[in-house]
């Protein structure tokens, strides 16, 4: 079989069956050994691990502290490292550099080579635990002089599983499946297609009082590619069941191998690194709940790379060289039937769309107008000013009064079919903060009509809202629901009740937040700023238990880890549609933009900073002086490619288009920032949180603003705050009561908010 054909896929089920043999169970290196040795073990205060050393290789086996204090078995005994035939692992201790919180060990292990010959190669483990953390990280690292050849056959290699329990088929049928919960990982579109997010899976099992969470450090595997495994395309964070004799069955929980590409893993280094964490815990909860704890147990393991893309400049600077490019008429700026307007994508830049130039969308307009808004009251400028101010006279023509609706295109019939996050962003949040500013009482009234025809698309889907509707009669089109949009509607209603005083609005919006927090989980992924401008809405009512569950969910969506194939760093932005595998500018700024007012409104989290710490710096890497596909024009340089490449999409970075209607988000960035306030030190974040609620232009900018100081380094650090906004006169900093002078000194890891008169 040639390797380019080859493709093995197993049973797509959330919990894979894996068969029987004539021979038994085929479970590679997790077959039951004889232990020969004394156990090694390593444990903090609720967790032990036990690694034996048997006929098979060596394998561990999970301890939880119960209820009384004594240890219970948290997993089976005889839990490979790396699971599959070429992966029993011989060895023992590497005495010389073992510590107290620190097990290495090393051995050698037999598999074939590509060619088919015996391979004999060395490896190397490490199983540790910091001071004070719950979680154990393990790496096994195989040092291979040649190519190894996996055997792919019943079953496929190399999988990280973690066998837990012994389970009645009857029973799992019974009650016993409904007394566990399940997170698994990527996330998934509505329709099933999954994406490559978040590498970790959590369980809670209620019969047996244990919940299980592991988290995969893909940063680390960097041999994953299309000769074997090309990461999320193969694997998914989740379960896995082994039929047994006598209607049993073994269940297991890890990286769960479903399809491979491929059967070599390279010469070299091959390293899998991986987290693990178990304790007691006999409650069973509901999966709002399981989502919380997981997402609080995890955030300590994001690790921030402190690094700058060399091209990295000021997001001033990019600001200034954006407004000048979406100037340019032809390759941005466009006029149709009389009416100016914006491209979506730069003049031929897309390899996948191509745009006639006779018509324009309300998302690209949108995009650009809300940010200008606020940025030509810090910056005057007659030239792009005239240019908003045209583009806001075309916004009055995207309201389709027969429909009482707002069309996504200028130029449009009346028999559309709407993709739902499109009118939600655009119509209900962007549109009528784009009125608010400008004073147009005439925008406020569209929008007022645009959300009363949501509201009837609301109450006829029970604020299950599908992908695609018909917006002639509300009918659903495709099986797709979006159940994350109530997000964007949820916060449409607040900002209609702000405009208005009309408390049906408010009470819209409660309703589906509501909804949100009561599906299931893994149903609310699509826009990941949908989830984001739920939770913003769910601070707003009161509701903070629900604010946080919606960021959390959030959470999933995000890159927690480099992609080892690409040049660029991933690591921080956030995937900019449930499957779609790639990071996108826009959605990547949009998807926290809501979090400088959740912050303001009191609810801040650590990770929250770190993340957006992370894309302050590694959003550069969308533009042209940084791109790695050189070959690509420098065209319009300052509008950000819409795509990273990501191993998933073998690497093809900037193929979607330089995104106009993502060239907003630059502007943002800078608001954010750097334009109300700057420190001297690059290395501190300072951001402003005063943004989404800027109704009136006339106030903007406010002579009160408001920010959070972080420090995401592991050093105590001094900063030099500026209010560029002040001009000449010196700015009032406070911190509570406390007035801050001179330097303010922040400690590694924290945060202060401040508080800046002028």
């Given at each position: 079989m040639k390797r380019r054909s080859f493709l093995k896929v197993t049973a797509s089920l959330s919990s894979p069956i894996m068969s029987l043999s004539a021979s038994g169970l085929d479970l590679g290196s997790t077959r039951v050994p004889e232990t020969t040795g004394k156990p090694w073990e390593l444990s903090n205060p609720d967790q032990r691990l036990v690694i034996t050393q048997g006929g098979a290789g060596l394998s561990y086996q999970s301890f939880v502290r119960d209820a009384k204090g004594s240890w219970q078995q948290g997993s089976l005994a005889h839990n490979g490292l790396v699971s599959g035939p070429s992966f029993n692992l011989k060895g023992g201790l590497n005495a010389g550099t073992t510590s107290p919180r620190t097990l290495s060990l090393a051995g050698h292990a037999t598999a074939r080579a590509a060619d088919g010959s015996r391979l004999v190669y060395p490896w190397s483990s490490e199983f540790s635990n910091e001071?004070?953390?719950?979680?154990?990280?393990?790496?096994?690292?195989?040092?291979?002089?040649?190519?190894?050849?996996?055997?792919?056959k019943e079953s496929l290699e190399p999988q990280i599983i973690l066998w837990l329990s012994?389970?009645?088929?009857?029973?799992?049928?019974?009650?016993?499946?409904?007394?566990?919960?399940?997170?698994?990982?990527?996330?998934?579109?509505?329709?099933?297609?999954?994406?490559?997010?978040?590498?970790?899976?959590?369980?809670?099992?209620?019969?047996?009082?244990?919940?299980?969470m592991m988290y995969f450090d893909f940063s680390d595997m960097g041999w994953m590619s299309l000769r074997n495994i090309p990461r999320f395309l193969g694997y998914h964070c989740t379960t896995a069941s082994v039929l047994e004799p006598n209607g049993n069955q073994r269940l297991g929980v890890g990286l769960i191998l479903r399809r491979a590409t491929g059967d070599i893993l390279p010469a070299g280094n091959v390293r899998f690194s991986w987290y693990l964490l178990q304790r007691r815990f006999p409650k069973l909860i509901t999966e709002q709940a399981a989502v919380a704890r997981w997402?609080?147990?995890?955030?300590?393991?994001?690790?921030?790379?402190?690094?700058?893309?060399?091209?990295?400049?000021?997001?001033?600077?990019?600001?200034?060289?954006?407004?000048?490019?979406?100037?340019?008429?032809?390759?941005?700026?466009i006029t149709v039937n009389g009416h100016r307007g914006l491209r979506a994508y730069v003049k031929q830049t897309s390899e996948l769309w191509h745009e006639s130039g006779n018509n324009f969308e309300l998302m690209t307009v949108a995009d650009v107008l809300w940010p200008s808004m606020l940025y030509l009251k810090i910056h005057p400028d007659p030239a792009y000013q005239q240019v908003i101010d045209d583009l806001l006279a075309t916004l009055p023509h995207f309201y389709d009064a027969d429909l009482e609706t707002l069309s996504n295109d200028l130029v449009h019939g009346n028999k559309q079919v709407a993709d739902s996050w499109y009118p939600f962003e655009n119509g209900l949040i962007k549109y009528p903060m784009i009125g608010s500013l400008a004073g147009s009482k005439q925008l406020v009234e569209n929008f007022i009509s645009a959300y009363q025809t949501a509201t009837r698309l609301a109450h006829r889907y029970n604020n299950l809202f599908p992908i695609y509707f018909r917006t002639d009669n509300l009918e659903q089109e495709g099986a797709g629901t979006n159940y994350a949009v109530g997000g964007l509607y949820a916060w449409g209603g607040l900002i209609a009740h702000r405009l208005t005083g009309n408390e049906r609005y408010r009470e819209a919006a409660r309703r589906a937040v509501k909804v949100m927090t009561t599906v299931r989980a893994a149903s609310l992924f699509h826009e990941p700023q949908e989830l984001a401008f739920g939770a913003l809405a769910a601070l707003d009512l009161g509701l903070q238990e629900s604010a946080r569950y919606l960021l959390y969910e959030q959470l999933r969506m995000f890159y927690w880890y480099g992609d080892p194939s690409q040049k660029h760093d991933i690591r921080g932005m956030v995937q900019a549609a449930a499957s779609i595998l790639y990071p996108a500018f826009k959605e990547n700024v949009?998807?926290?933009?809501?979090?400088?007012?959740?912050?303001?409104?009191?609810?801040?989290?650590?990770?929250?900073?770190?993340?957006?710490?992370?894309?302050?710096r590694n959003n550069f890497y969308f533009f042209d002086a940084c791109h790695t596909a050189a070959e690509k024009p420098a065209l319009l340089p300052f509008v950000p490619y819409e795509n990273l490449g990501t191993l998933e999409l073998g690497g093809q970075t900037g193929n979607v288009g330089k995104e106009i209607y993502g060239s907003g988000e630059v502007l943002w960035s800078y608001l954010m920032f750097e334009a109300l306030g700057s420190v001297r030190d690059r290395e501190l974040l300072l951001v402003n949180l005063d943004l989404i609620d800027a109704f009136d232009?006339?106030?903007f900018p406010p002579r009160e603003l408001e920010f959070i100081l972080f420090n995401p380094t592991d050093q105590d650090r001094e900063?030099?705050?500026n209010i560029p906004v002040a001009g000449s006169t010196p700015a009032k900093l406070m911190t509570g009561q406390e007035q801050l002078r001179g330097?303010?000194?922040i400690s590694a890891g924290k945060f202060i908010r401040i508080k800046a008169s002028y």
């Open positions: 001071p004070g953390s719950p979680w154990f990280r393990l790496e096994t690292t195989l040092h291979l002089p040649r190519d190894l050849r996996l055997q792919q012994h389970t009645s088929t009857m029973m799992e049928g019974q009650s016993a499946s409904w007394r566990r919960i399940l997170l698994a990982q990527p996330t998934c579109n509505s329709l099933g297609s999954p994406g490559n997010d978040l590498p970790s899976v959590y369980l809670l099992d209620a019969n047996r009082g244990i919940e299980t997402m609080e147990a995890l955030m300590p393991l994001f690790r921030e790379k402190l690094d700058w893309p060399p091209c990295a400049a000021s997001w001033k600077e990019f600001a200034e060289g954006m407004v000048q490019d979406v100037q340019k008429p032809g390759v941005a700026l949009e998807a926290m933009l809501p979090w400088t007012a959740i912050m303001k409104r009191g609810l801040v989290l650590d990770i929250l900073l770190r993340l957006m710490d992370q894309q302050r232009a006339g106030k900063a030099a705050i330097a303010i000194s």
